[in-house]
């Protein structure tokens, strides 16, 4: 009963984000100011993450190749279509739910103990636009291109470790990234991301705009955002891959 009456407080909460703003000059400056919070800050564990996941599901992969019948392009292939399809968009959206959520859940959490929403509602302010919505718009827009950086930097990662292992040749890697590709994987990606970057700062803001009590409600919140998050991009994984590419 009480999930259900989330449920419908989230989407209450929705149309207030999403109402036109007052100020568009005062949201560009946010939306600014997120970008880099969200994005610009979270290039180093992007990074970090891909190129070694890379790395890990090209040896995997080669050292999984027993039968002779199997071309040595397969490992360039199966490093580039499980980077592409899965790992970009939806591990490091998990990861992301993780850093970005908890740090947003917590923020607004904290400015609704400390009484600054109460004030912003004072004022004539839309409480919930103005927090949330520059937050939704950097995230859906800056997010694509933290994935294509990861997509890069794990499909590098991934020749290298072959490479530099002897395990498969540069040409045989390359042939095996530009075999059977699929532009669509590409846009199958980003809608995904996109989707992924809605629900991490939603679900992290909304628990976080209905925080009640003290500090250690707040730490309470940002796990429920963090955990909610990632339950949801699961499914919405699940859904999205039916829709798109079944």
Not at 138 to 156: D, E, G, N, Y
Not at 163 to 190: D, K, M, Q
Request: with cysteine; hydrophobic share 50%.
């Amino acid at each position: 009963m009480n999930n259900i009456q989330n449920i419908g407080k989230y989407f209450i909460l929705l149309k207030q984000v999403l109402t036109q703003p007052e100020r568009f000059r005062v949201y560009t400056k946010r939306v600014a100011n997120e970008w880099e919070t969200i994005g610009l800050n979270s290039m180093g564990i992007v990074g970090i993450l891909s190129v070694f996941m890379g790395a890990v599901i090209a040896l995997q992969t080669a050292s999984n190749m027993d039968s002779p019948l199997l071309p040595k392009y397969t490992i360039g292939y199966i490093t580039r279509s499980s980077t592409i399809l899965e790992f970009s968009p939806t591990i490091i959206s998990l990861i992301l739910a993780g850093k970005v959520g908890s740090n947003i859940a917590s923020e607004i959490g904290t400015m609704r103990v400390t009484e600054q929403i109460d004030a912003l509602d004072i004022m004539g302010i839309n409480s919930a636009s103005y927090l949330i919505l520059p937050k939704l718009v950097a995230a859906v827009t800056i997010l694509p291109f933290l994935i294509i950086f990861s997509m890069a930097l794990s499909i590098m990662g991934g020749y290298y470790a072959v490479t530099l292992s002897n395990l498969c040749s540069h040409e045989e890697f390359v042939y095996g990234i530009r075999a059977f590709f699929e532009p669509s994987n590409i846009t199958y990606a980003l809608v995904k991301t996109m989707c992924f970057a809605f629900i991490i700062v939603s679900v992290s803001a909304f628990y976080g705009y209905y925080t009640k009590g003290g500090a250690l409600d707040v730490g309470k919140s940002s796990t429920q955002g963090v955990v909610w998050s990632t339950i949801t991009i699961l499914i919405a994984n699940f859904i999205l891959t039916q829709l798109i590419l079944l």
